[in-house]
């Protein structure tokens, strides 16, 4: 099967994006309403269709192209616990979910997929928010599979567990499985950042590396209302400072030949990753660049879907339409 077409809302810094176009889907359109976003995708994807928009504003029918689509992807901002369809118009988090789904009756792709928090996926609290969804799909004739992925599982040295929705209309859901893990077992961050740490001389990079044996945990872009960047909360800062690394801030760059790393020193003698570091550990390749100053770049890393999750949804996804396709003149078609 070939000439998969998707639209991606909240694309961000096109992780998801990414990780579809890997598994051979092809983008008709990508909004958000972010200009830094929008500028890194149309920095590194110049020939993608991208709409620099709030979906609360998104009138589909200015854009006839997103009727004729496989697939409407959305990697939602997370929404909050105490979150319930019966809320306020402040949360615009559950706004955003909401419309996604309005999206899905207008456009009617074969599948919709809806990326958050992994507690929607089974918690009670987010109960109202799944029978919302489940009564909005239904009539349409979409079938729901709810499902927790942890990127580590994929080749990502981070341990980053996602809440997904796959919703794919009756004939192509029992063709539909979640994607398997790819590795047998995790990279750790000391593989995963020791050539880029030693690209400046650093004489412990090697050492450093052979001590940080565990996956990342899950990095946190923060909100744009708040200060700097930073790896994430107290518990999370902890988690690096056991890997020998200052969780608190970013880096300009990696260290130089002359850096004396002595995690018993305190921060100080800690190391502290970059913003291209912190791609890494999200899975993004070398050379797919993020636009603006280092907090907008981290945070966007921050708030990215790994696209080897992406690749591994996209392809599972492919599998389940190539599956359910009837035969044409005899043949069925190849996967």
Not at 54 to 65: A, C, V
Not at 283 to 288: K, L, M, Q, V
Request: hydrophobic fraction near 40%.
């Amino acid at each position: 099967m070939s000439g998969l077409r998707f639209v991606d809302v909240c694309a961000g810094a096109g992780g998801l994006s990414l990780g579809l176009e890997q598994a051979g889907f092809e983008p008709v359109l990508l909004l958000d309403k972010k200009p830094v976003a929008c500028e890194t995708l149309r920095t590194n994807r110049p020939g993608w269709q991208v709409l620099e928009m709030d979906l609360l504003d998104f009138s589909p029918s200015r854009h006839q192209e997103v009727y004729d689509v496989d697939l409407l992807s959305a990697g939602l901002p997370r929404v909050k616990s105490s979150a319930t369809v019966a809320r306020s118009d402040s949360d615009a988090e559950l706004r955003l979910l909401e419309a996604t789904v309005y999206l899905a009756h207008a456009v009617q792709p074969r599948i919709l997929v809806i990326e958050n928090v992994p507690e929607l996926v089974d918690a009670s609290a987010f109960e109202p928010i799944r029978d919302f969804i489940r009564k909005e799909l239904d009539h349409l004739g979409y079938r729901l599979r709810w499902f927790v992925l942890n990127a580590a599982d994929f080749g990502v040295p981070q341990n980053r567990r996602q809440g997904l929705l796959v919703a794919l209309k009756r004939r192509h859901f029992d063709a539909f499985h979640p994607p398997r893990r790819t590795v047998a077992e995790h990279l750790s961050v000391g593989q995963a950042l020791r050539r880029s740490m030693a690209t400046r001389g650093w004489r412990d990079a090697d050492r450093w590396a052979a001590q940080a044996l565990d996956v990342a945990p899950t990095l946190v872009g923060g909100s744009d209302r708040r200060g700097g960047a930073d790896l994430g909360l107290k518990g999370t800062k902890k988690a690096w400072a056991r890997m020998g690394v200052d969780g608190g801030t970013v880096a300009d760059d990696v260290p130089g030949p002359d850096f004396v790393w002595d995690p018993g020193q305190g921060r100080d003698g800690m190391v502290r990753i970059t913003t291209e570091q912190a791609a890494i550990l999200q899975g993004f390749p070398t050379d797919w660049t993020f636009a603006g100053k280092k907090t907008a770049r981290y945070r966007q890393i921050g708030h990215a879907s790994p696209p080897p999750v992406g690749r591994a949804l996209g392809l599972a996804i492919r599998a389940a339409l190539t599956a359910s396709e009837p035969p044409v003149d005899g043949y069925t078609p190849a996967s």
